[in-house]
């Protein structure tokens, strides 16, 4: 079935460094955008960052910039999240998704999100 | 970035009751090709959000009937027509007409 399944979450401290996966299955990875959206504890969610299918596009959140960066293997149906210079406010479950970012006539769209991993958690704390 | 507005902020509903939640957007979410890229998400508790409505009223696939949305420009609602235990979750509208795209706080619906 189609599934999601983020991995790569643990503690570590303010400045440091982190990786996530999201491992795709049942559905053709390559052909679809991703995104991941975090989730403070106890928060609602936020959105982080986008990639398009082919890797050629990459939005990120302001929050994130310049810090996390966004990737993707195609031949391995993974999509990752490196995370450096982290902090106390990055604490939080991250999930992947899938879902489509589109140039429509001029404006950026971003499709619904229709599949979501079940998250795992980053802790950023000393 | 578009601000969203939810209210209630929270739900408390008999069950086979209806329930009905606000969604206010700072801007417009209609776009120049005619659609209104307005969504609703459920996170049941200790779950992962799931997608419930695209599009302001279009229901994802294998979402029950009982659930509808409806709106346009900036104003936009979710119903539920009765209410069952399994609806229970904080449920969250977003936008995805301006990149970021941005969620409401969330409204938590519990069952009396």
Redesign the interface.
């Known amino acids: 079935q189609v599934q999601l399944v983020e991995s790569g979450g643990g503690v570590v401290q303010p400045g440091g460094s982190l990786r996530l996966s999201c491992a795709a299955s049942g559905f053709t990875f390559s052909s679809y955008g991703m995104h991941w959206?975090r989730q403070a504890p106890g928060k609602?969610?936020?959105?982080v960052a986008f990639i398009r299918y082919d890797g050629s596009n990459k939005?990120y959140?302001?929050s994130v910039k310049g810090r996390f960066t966004i990737s993707r293997d195609n031949s391995k149906n993974t999509l990752y999240l490196q995370m450096n210079s982290l902090r106390a406010e990055d604490t939080a479950v991250y999930?992947c998704a899938k879902g489509g970012?589109a140039m429509?006539?001029g404006?950026?769209?971003?499709?619904?999100?229709?599949i979501?991993?079940?998250?795992t958690m980053v802790t950023v704390s000393s | 970035d578009i601000v969203m507005t939810q209210t209630p902020l929270s739900l408390s509903v008999t069950p086979g009751q209806p329930a009905s939640i606000s969604c206010k957007s700072s801007q417009s979410l209609l776009h120049s090709d005619g659609k209104t890229y307005l969504y609703w998400y459920l996170q049941k508790p200790g779950q992962s959000p799931q997608l419930l409505i695209y599009e302001v009223s279009s229901r994802f696939s294998g979402v029950p009937d009982r659930f509808s949305g409806s709106g346009s420009g900036t104003d936009f609602t979710l119903k539920i027509s009765r209410v069952e235990a399994e609806d229970v979750g904080v449920y969250y509208c977003m936008q995805g007409i301006h990149l970021p795209g941005t969620f409401g706080q969330g409204t938590k619906v519990e069952i009396k």
């Open positions: 959206v609602g969610l936020e959105w939005y959140a302001d999930y970012v429509v006539r404006v950026i769209i971003t499709r619904a999100f229709d979501w991993g079940q998250g």
